[in-house]
Structure formats: C-alpha cells, structure tokens
C-alpha cells in the first residue's frame, strides 16, 4: 500500500462545474495535510492547508479531513480552464520531518 | 524576490561527472528541504537540514548522494558519478519552525538535470 493515494485520472471537468479530488493515507498519526498545484514543467505551490477535521474554505477552494477514515479531499467550484494542473495531496509524517506526496491527479478543465 | 532560489534552473551533465546543485531558503527560513520529481511521477522526499545539520536523510540513496546545509551559504545537494537514472527535476523547499503540525514548505523553481 503506497503510503499516500491519489488517482492518477486524467479528470476533465467542464469550466463552472465542481471538481472533487481525493486522496487516502495510510499514516494514522499524519497531523498535517497539504494541497499543491503544480503545472506542467513549475515547481509546487501551495493552495490548502488543512490540520482537524472538518472542512477550510478558502475562496473556490474546500478541503476536508476525515482521520479516522484516512482521508482528505479538494472541491474547486466554479472551476477554470486556469485550475488544469495536476494537484498533490501531501502528508507531514509521524515525527513532523517528513512530508510524503503523493503522485498527483491531473485535472483538465475544459472551456 | 524573497522565494527559495534555486541554482542552476537547468544542469547537463555526461555520465561519472558531478552534479552541485544549490537552495537559498527563504528569509528567515532555516529548515531545508530537498525532493527529487520524475517525469510523470510525484516528488519524493530525499532529506531534511537545519543549518549545519541533517536531521532526516531517509529518502537519499546510500551511496553518490549527499546535502549539506552551511552556516553560511546556500544549502548543496551533491551527486557524484551521475547516472542516466538521476534525470529529474529537484526541488528545494524551506519553512520557518519544521516540526510545527502547522509548518508550511515554500518550493524553490527547480532544477533540471540532464545526464548525457
């Protein structure tokens, strides 16, 4: 089992609608969780941050943690062709150094 | 600026040559983080530093790889005798207070390495 999951896709969704992306981890005691976006050839950068559970918005941007099921999910609403990247769901390992990615899902969104 | 700088932004090497690659963290930052990113594939974790010391090296390979993090300076990610296999893009990442459940990593560009 890989430590942190994400599906691959590619997911294309249409300009407006929702895009849901998920991700599991298998870490119980990960504190800290992340969502970067990263386009084709750029370095990572940060959109969420998301430490209890529950949901944190921030503008188009929900995420939500569920611990005891392992899990953590990015909303976009009203999605833009702009959001096309592939986001990571990254995970703080027990101890608080080590920060595991996972492989990314690739969002296409489609004028 | 004030982001993570990283130097060369592209390095081409030929097999058995050295490869240095450089991070300035960010001001104020004194946590550095290096990843290596290929093709296709997510980053993974190489090794974290503190200024004059590395305090987890568990994702660097066991031999040709090595990081420092100076008093003064840049930090250094050195591989010796590159290989083919170490194409990829390598990032550096800085944070303020690392341990904090609420620690940020900021990522620097980049930098590309080719091995002819």
């Known amino acids: 089992q890989k430590e942190v999951e994400q599906n691959s896709g590619p997911l294309s969704v249409p300009e407006g609608a929702i895009a849901s992306l998920n991700c599991t981890y298998s870490?119980?005691?990960?504190?800290?969780f992340f969502w970067y976006r990263q386009y084709s050839g750029k370095s990572p950068e940060l959109i969420m941050s998301?430490?209890?559970?529950g949901d944190k918005e921030d503008g188009r941007f929900t995420a939500q943690l569920n611990k005891a099921s392992q899990y953590v999910s990015l909303l976009i609403r009203d999605s833009q062709p702009s959001d096309s990247a592939t986001y990571l769901c990254?995970?703080?390992?027990?101890?608080?150094?080590?920060?595991?990615f996972g492989a990314g899902t690739r969002l296409f969104v489609k004028a | 600026n004030a982001g993570v700088m990283q130097n060369p932004r592209h390095l081409v090497r030929r097999r058995g040559q050295e490869a240095r690659l450089r991070c300035s963290p960010m001001?104020?930052?004194?946590?550095v983080y290096w990843y290596r990113q290929l093709p296709e594939e997510g980053l993974k974790f190489m090794v974290y530093?503190?200024?004059?010391?590395?305090?987890?090296e568990s994702g660097m390979p066991k031999e040709r790889f090595s990081a420092e993090f100076p008093k003064e300076g840049p930090s250094i990610l050195r591989i010796q005798q590159v290989v083919r296999g170490d194409s990829a893009a390598y990032f550096c990442?800085?944070?303020?207070?690392?341990?904090?459940?609420?620690?940020?990593?900021?990522f620097g560009p980049g930098t590309r390495l080719t091995v002819l």
């Open positions: 870490d119980r005691g990960s504190q800290s």
């Open positions: 990254a995970v703080i390992a027990t101890g608080g150094f080590k920060t595991i």
């Open positions: 001001k104020g930052h004194s946590h």
């Open positions: 990442a800085s944070s303020p207070n690392a341990g904090a459940v609420t620690d940020t990593q900021y």
């Open positions: 998301i430490y209890s559970n």
């Open positions: 530093l503190q200024k004059e010391n590395i305090i987890d």
